[in-house]
């Protein structure tokens, strides 16, 4: 098991940033022209905000993640979990931006949602740090929630 805490930090970023460098990939590659056709909300952010707030939202969850496998108490069931979210994260990039599907998107956040409460709760029980890490990614993602169904419902 990864004990070395830098080591495990840098696998844990990796695995973590990947969600984001593949959804990166997607976003760049099938976003326009049609995302700037939609309408949006008028809770919608300006484009630039995405960035450095997944940028941060990421790094915070590396952190959590991390906190937790270096908690006395951790659990390897966990740790899957956070893996198998990872892997909704970057989904909902492709459904989204490269296929156009708004509604399975939709879809994609609710479980990815689902997911993140599940890991929430089971990091208050271990590391109250990796708890509260993850918390703004839980709002950041419910709003998420909100664009993505005004996304449907305008479009």
């Given at each position: ?27 760049v ?8 056709q ?18 941060t ?25 956070y ?21 399975f ?45 005004s ?5």
């Open positions: 098991m990864l004990k070395n805490k830098f080591l495990s930090f840098v696998l844990f970023f990796v695995i973590t940033y990947s969600a984001s460098f593949i959804g990166g990939i997607v976003t590659t099938f976003k326009e022209p049609w995302y700037s939609l309408l949006k909300s008028n809770y919608n952010p300006p484009d630039w905000v995405f960035a450095p707030v997944w940028t939202l990421y790094l915070m969850m590396t952190v959590a993640i991390w906190l937790f496998w270096h908690s006395k108490n951790r659990d390897v069931n966990t740790i899957f979990i893996f198998i979210h990872i892997v909704f994260n970057t989904t909902w990039s492709i459904v989204f931006f490269g296929l156009h599907q708004i509604l998107a939709l879809m994609v956040l609710l479980v990815l949602i689902f997911l993140i409460i599940i890991i929430i709760q089971r990091f208050k029980r271990v590391n109250l740090v990796s708890y509260y890490l993850m918390i703004p990614y839980l709002l950041w993602t419910t709003y998420a929630l909100f664009l993505n169904l996304l449907l419902i305008l479009n």
